[in-house]
């Protein structure tokens, strides 16, 4: 296998790796913020733990291998177990999460717009969320550990005060209020601002990364 996704994490911090023929070529970190290497990581604890996982090619308690990555396109949602998720370039957009720990099993959808449609819309909050939960129950996940969390829904339009164009915080809200109505318990969000989004989910955790356009990096 020619790439990997590798996640570690120790007291400092937790980080993922996208690697290429055994070479570190990308990193989410949790400390990135404070690391001058920032998402390039070239020489830390957890980068040569990698490494060291990446040249042994054996076990190592340090390290969790995820089966590959996933992203969701706008008005999209997909579905993977013990996989890499992702939402990019989220503006109004949220990022959703729904994620079962216990059977590794995990959705993301790219919401665009709020509410719901006569036509099973998947950009819609409402019919993404719906119809994520049900297919992660086909899938195996169980329906009473499903969890939430989601991000985005900036202020694109932050010059206009009219309030159908507030659509980021229309979309948040309508994804808060479907996961309510539904039972899902929401275990973390970011959400508004003015600021654009990269949203992932690491299944290893259950954490779910925001990754700025402005260059700030959180786990949640």
């Known amino acids: 296998m020619n790439s990997k996704i590798l996640f570690t994490s120790n007291e400092k911090g937790k ?3 996208l690697t290429e023929r055994n070479v570190l070529v990308k990193s989410y970190c949790s400390i990135s913020n404070k690391c001058s290497f920032q998402d390039g990581c070239q020489s ?4 040569n733990t990698a490494k060291k996982y990446l040249a042994d090619t054996t076990p190592n308690s340090g390290i969790i291998a995820l089966e590959g990555e996933l992203s969701a396109g706008i008005g999209e ?3 993977g177990k013990n996989i890499l998720l992702k939402a990019m370039g989220l503006g109004s957009c949220v990022g959703v999460i729904l994620y079962d720990i216990s059977t590794g099993i995990c959705g993301i959808a790219h919401v665009l717009l709020p509410g719901t449609s006569q036509n099973g819309e998947t950009k819609y909050a409402e019919i993404a969320i719906e119809q994520m939960f049900e297919e992660m129950i086909k899938k195996g996940a169980r329906r009473r550990k499903i969890a ?3 991000a985005g829904g900036a202020q694109v339009f932050k010059h206009m005060n009219l309030e159908i164009l507030k659509i980021g915080n229309r979309n948040a809200i309508s994804v808060e209020e479907t ?3 539904k039972n899902i318990p929401i275990r973390a969000k970011d959400v508004g601002g003015e600021a654009g989004r990269n949203v992932m989910f690491n ?3 259950g954490s ?3 990754k700025y356009t402005k260059g700030e990096t959180l786990w949640l």
């Open 179 to 181: 996961l309510i109505k």
């Open 44 to 47: 830390c604890d957890m980068a």
């Open 77 to 79: 949602y997909k579905i």
């Open 208 to 210: 779910m990364i925001v």
């Open 15 to 17: 980080a993922i790796f």
């Open 203 to 205: 299944p290893a955790d």
């Open 148 to 150: 939430a969390k989601f």
